[in-house]
């Protein structure tokens, strides 16, 4: 369309204000490859000038080069350009085309709305358009649409490549340490030794130990690096050995490559923000669910380990996360529990914690997640010194047909591991004295006199012979393993000890983590629960098969000091008709004996009347028997010598001699006297009368009893 034409939208007042261009490309590699998009972009200034705007009116806006145009989050310029719009100080807004300006169809109208209420002018390489009118901002709208239909359709395109490759195995992504691709692209084992040696290592150990954490440690225990190999940059193949860390080991247990299967779509990426979340520029990246990987094709290139081995190695990394959930048992630690992490509440069905008292003495089995989540009481705690010898004991002799496998394979398991770990250090001994060679070849091929280069050459070959040295200096003074300096007589002592697993397992050179892997490996799970006074013990086993037993339950010590229900009954039954001292010698004579330890006292018996609320018919003195009668029936001394019109004496001497008959509760205490009406008028005395010594100043009294 000739510029006759566009200049009719075109008014002095547009004209007045400035003309705004701008210039975006949606990666650095087109900014630096696609040159020709990016002269016909910064050309519209000749394009505005043609126009009527004056050279000082024109800007070029250009800080979003190398920003996608799907989102204005980064896009600086594009933001810069939306304000001076809204402020009425653009007239026109040039651009290539609309995919320029955005590929996203809110950020299209949303500019296309300020423009159209502050009349600005929206221009490109072919035609002027006012926002404003309905026909102009119907077909920007159109283009805008167009715009990020495109960009999907871009997206579709590509993506369907990549899915196409990756069904085929074809598609070409970082492999870990340990893997290489061939001149051919094929995927193959790193042909360097050592290399292979470090990564066999790291799954060996794990497999023993059921622990990465265990994996880091041995490596840095022996002073053992892991292998890298750099990427992309000017250091793309370069080897670099480097100390392991937990997050490595983890990276390399997850990786499906080292079973020999390709996979593809283990992450996914998010890159829209959700309500509620910040905008960000990078995507948010997630693991996937390994049964949602999209594509999975086994055994398409050699591994390290087997398919099989991977998912027994992904289910016992799931298994060593500390979370309550109950399907993860945890990781093995070097606590005395032998159930640590199998225990399961038999009243909830949580996972039971261990806890320990006494500074580690006593063990204890606690189902306490509901009151720490949930502020309930905690639902059960028991003993478990006890559970934890019957559980052995079922799985020692669970174990005793496999003896003979256990002591054959034993031996060999400990050599493989010895050689291996003898290899890789062997192997870095090789590879600086490699880099040594190496250097000294340089130094030796350089000119002499070139001193410049000399100089540097022999220092770095000094290094290297340094570092060589150190090496073999650490292998010597490092003790030989055990297990590579046997004698023909300890290797067949060990195969007999291999025989008698009871004494194998409580070795003191036998650790609780040994005790506890060999457990996980037999045992699924142990549910426990009480029944009155046993403690039922149910043991699922790997297999699936179940065992069933109970064992008497250990008493705390609040109930090892309660008194017997018999001692309360008796004391009920007395209460009425004894004193506490005479209830006392009773529970003594038949063999009772106090909650707390000896023999039963009065203060003892009166406390356990009190706690259980038993009243006492019988007084338990003559002061606190004001009428001289108890409930009994029985009289004090005094009353019954005044019920005789006899003295104390006597009655003391009727008692000496079974006359009178009596109860006395202890040596010298008071005695109480039964006395029928019979018996009083039997022993009753006549009246007696004695004079009464006069007093002075007063007659004499004769006294009447």
């Known amino acids: 369309m000739p510029i006759q034409q566009h200049t009719l939208k075109i008014r002095p007042d547009h004209l007045s204000r400035q003309a705004v261009i701008y210039v975006r490309q949606s990666t650095l590699l087109q900014v630096r490859e696609n040159i020709g ?30 920003q996608s145009g799907s989102s204005t989050i980064g896009r600086d310029g594009f933001q810069l350009l939306v304000a001076e719009v809204g402020l009425g100080h653009v007239g026109a807004v040039l651009s290539l085309e609309v995919s320029r300006l955005a590929r996203s169809c809110s950020d299209w109208y949303r500019l296309l709305e300020i423009c159209a209420l502050t009349d600005t002018l929206v221009i490109d390489e072919e035609g002027v358009y006012d926002p404003g009118l309905y026909n102009d901002r119907l077909l920007l709208g159109f283009k805008g649409t167009m715009s990020e239909a495109e960009l999907h359709w871009l997206h579709q395109r590509l993506q369907g490549g990549k899915l ?73 193949g370069e080897l670099e050995w480097v100390p392991l860390c937990h997050g490595r080991v983890l990276d390399v247990l997850h990786s499906p490559l080292y079973a020999g299967a390709y996979v593809y779509g283990r992450t996914h990426t998010r890159r829209h923000a959700l309500p509620g979340e910040e905008p960000r520029i990078k995507g948010r990246t997630r693991r996937v669910k390994q049964e949602e990987w999209p594509i999975v094709l086994l055994d398409r290139h050699p591994g390290y380990i087997t398919w099989d081995q991977f998912r027994c190695n992904q289910q016992q990394l799931a298994d060593n996360q500390n979370t309550p959930a109950a399907a993860h048992r945890g ?31 006593v063990l204890i089995y606690e189902c306490s997640q509901a009151h720490t989540q949930l502020a309930v009481k905690v639902c059960q705690t028991m003993r478990g010194d006890r559970i934890d010898q019957v559980v052995g004991k079922v799985l020692l002799e669970a174990m005793e047909p496999a003896q003979l496998e256990v002591a054959l394979s034993a031996l060999a398991h400990l050599e493989g591991r010895a050689k291996q770990l003898d290899q890789q250090a ?24 070139n001193r410049l280069v000399a100089r540097s050459l022999e220092r770095d070959w000094n290094e290297k012979l340094v570092e060589v040295d150190r090496l073999e200096r650490e292998y010597q003074t490092q003790p030989v393993p055990d297990a590579l300096r046997l004698s023909a007589e300890q290797r067949e002592q060990i195969r007999v000890l291999a025989q008698d697993l009871p004494t194998l397992w409580g070795a003191p050179t036998t650790t609780n983590a040994q005790r506890k892997q060999l457990v996980r490996w037999l045992i699924k799970d142990v549910t426990l629960a009480k029944r009155g006074d046993l403690v039922v013990i149910d043991i699922r086993w790997q297999t699936e098969a179940r065992t069933g037993l109970s064992i008497p339950r250990l008493k705390k010590s609040w109930e090892l000091r309660q008194t017997q229900p018999e001692v309360i009954a008796s004391i009920q039954k007395w209460a009425p008709t004894s004193s506490d001292a005479s209830m006392a010698s009773l529970l003594n004579e038949a063999g009772y004996s106090a909650g707390g330890g000896g023999m039963f006292t009065a203060k003892k018996v009166q406390s356990l009347r009190y706690d259980y609320q038993i009243e006492a018919g019988c ?87």
């Open 37 to 66: 998009s990016t002269t016909r972009q910064y050309d519209l200034v000749k394009r505005a000038h043609e126009l009527g705007w004056e050279q000082a009116g024109i800007e070029v806006i250009d800080q979003d080069q190398g």
């Open 164 to 236: 196409t490759k990756a069904e085929q195995g074809k598609l070409r992504f970082r492999l870990p340490s340990g893997l290489i691709y061939d001149p051919v692209g094929h995927v193959v084992l790193d042909p360097d030794e050592a290399v292979q040696g470090a990564i066999r290592l790291v799954f060996t150990l794990f497999e023993q130990h059921q622990s990465a954490l265990a994996v880091v440690s041995h490596f840095a225990k022996h002073q053992l690096r892991f292998p890298t190999r750099h990427w992309g940059g000017v250091r793309s």
């Open 331 to 361: 990781a093995v630690r070097d606590g005395p529990s032998l159930l640590q992490g199998i225990v399961l509440c038999g009243s909830c069905g949580r996972r039971m914690s261990v806890r320990y008292q006494r500074e580690g003495l």
């Open 426 to 449: 062997k192997r870095q001994i090789e590879r600086a004295q490699y880099d040594a060679d190496l250097a000294r070849r340089r130094y030796h091929a350089v000119d002499p006199e």
């Open 619 to 705: 007084p338990q003195g003559p002061a606190a028997c004001p009428t001289g009668q108890r409930g009994d029936g029985r009289y004090s001394a005094r009353t019954a010598a005044t019920l005789l019109h006899v003295n104390i004496s006597t009655i003391a001497k009727w008692c000496e001699t079974g006359r009178l008959e009596y109860v006395q509760t202890a040596p010298h205490g008071p005695r109480w006297i039964t006395l029928t009406p019979e018996r009083i008028a039997e022993l009753r005395k006549p009246t007696q009368q004695y004079w009464k010594p006069r007093q002075a100043g007063k007659p004499q009294q004769n006294v009447v009893e």
